[in-house]
């Protein structure tokens, strides 16, 4: 009975092992695919010179430096009867393309006058009766109280 007993220890202690190295292997792939993880920020006033590129990018392991321009304002955007207000950011697409994409359906823009639009813009995309119907349901939570 004890012989059975440590065998079966021995053999739970290995499947542990074995599960254990296996989901420290999968969340450590992860957390490192994730692009906030490897992605270093600059900000200022004024872009980058082009020499300013060309130095970060020969600094070691640098792989990518891409240069993204948020636009100032919001952007009012049409589609057939629907209109939204948005933000806009510019990417140089080149440099982009080089970084692992998380999308989900579809490609990066890869001609001129073409975007990219996240899952949540069709979300904002309203038309004159989408808006009060949210209204509408807005005045019942407000008097429902929640």
Avoid at 4 to 31: D, R
Avoid at 104 to 109: D, F, K, T, V
Wanted: charged letters at 25%; glycine letters at 6%; aromatic letters at 4%.
């Amino acid at each position: 009975m004890t012989i059975l007993a440590a065998m079966m220890g021995c053999a739970f202690l290995i499947v542990l092992a074995s599960v254990g190295f296996g989901i420290q292997e999968t969340v450590k792939g992860e957390i490192l695919n994730q692009e906030s993880i490897t992605e270093i920020s600059l900000w200022g006033e004024e872009p980058l010179t082009s020499e300013d590129e060309e130095f970060i990018q020969n600094i070691d392991h640098v792989n990518v430096v891409l240069n993204r321009q948020e636009i100032s304002g919001s952007i009012r955007t049409t589609f057939e009867d629907r209109e939204a207000e948005s933000i806009g950011t510019i990417v140089n697409m080149e440099a982009q393309s080089k970084l692992p994409t998380n999308l989900i359906e579809g490609r990066l823009p890869e001609n001129a006058n073409e975007i990219v639009v996240g899952y949540h813009y069709a979300q904002k995309l309203l038309n004159e009766s989408d808006k009060k119907i949210i209204e509408q349901k807005s005045k019942e939570a407000t008097e429902e109280g929640s």
